[in-house]
């Protein structure tokens, strides 16, 4: 009996090993792909001008949105969840963020102001979500779906369909303001995707959250209670939604209230080209980051040689397709449904 025990812990240490090396190798290629497209597009642009410093600078502030975003929605597809309401959480939180501190004022005062609106706001949104998904047992898309336009039309009303912009104060303290060069707002999303990557590495949660998207009933067997969990992670990765406002607010010194409506195709693109599996059970933050840039290096690399940005909403839209089409290739007796 304790021979079987040991040999069944072995297996599964050692499928989780292979589990891991195959998300690490996933990751690897996509950021080999990043190395390869910023060559081409460097090599194509005149005067090799997308090699320079000012335009990793760009790529650098224009992922950094796109990285926070793509790294909760890994979190939530690794347990097995879905939430399409993120676009619609950002642009509420940045409302409301950018309302709060046009109301306290510009400085530091106003600038915590608005970054604890915005993440506050986001978590909200998020928990709401959770209650409808773990209480009311709504699935996750449906639901997520309904929020998006009840967060929509929220942001709508309290700005009478209108930006709200902020001081340019903002923008220039901390949106466009850089550390050795490296922008600040990507920075904090640097500061996200690492705490991701330790939660999910060395703590119970991490673990947790893998339980659940591998198998629910399993992970409820052995004492996790899903129902809370789930409601949790929903609620954090609202929080991400929000932070992810307030970075979009800083960076322009406005809201978008007509904007972000692909922001969900996007993070959900970049967690599945970087290996998080879509069925739940797996989570590559490395691979979330890797697919994120690679959604911002295309799009401006296809303004760099000339092509009108929009491209990027059919590109995204294959690549999505083309990364589950050969996650289900490699798991053929995979069901989605």
Known sequence: MIRQRREGELSAAGTETSRRRKTVTIAVWVLVLDAALILAFGVISADQVFLSGASFQIIALGAAMPVVLAVGFALLLGAGEFDLSLGANLVLSSVVGAKLMTAVG?????????????????????????????????????????????????????????????????????GLATVAGVPLPALVALAVA??????????????????????????????????????VLFAAVGALAGLAGFLDLARFATTTVSGHTLDPLAAAAAAVIGGTAISGGRVSILGAVAGALLAVILQSGLVIVGLPAFYQQ????????????????RNPRLELG
């Open 106 to 174: 510009g400085g530091a005062w106003g600038v915590a102001t608005g970054v604890a609106a915005c993440v506050a706001v986001g978590a909200a949104v998020g928990a709401f979500n959770g209650v409808v998904v773990a209480r009311a047992r709504v699935n996750s898309l449906i639901a997520t779906l309904g929020t998006t336009g009840v967060a929509s039309g929220l942001a709508l009303v309290l700005t009478d369909a209108a930006d709200v912009p902020v001081s340019p104060a903002l923008q220039d303290g901390f």
């Open 194 to 231: 690492v705490s991701a990557t330790l939660v999910m590495t060395y703590t119970r949660m991490g673990i947790r959250l893998l339980a659940i998207g591998s198998l629910r009933s399993a992970a409820a067997r052995a004492g996790v209670r899903v129902d809370r969990f789930v409601l």
């Open 314 to 329: 059919i590109t995204i839209g294959l690549v999505l397709i083309a990364a589950v089409a050969g996650h289900q290739w």
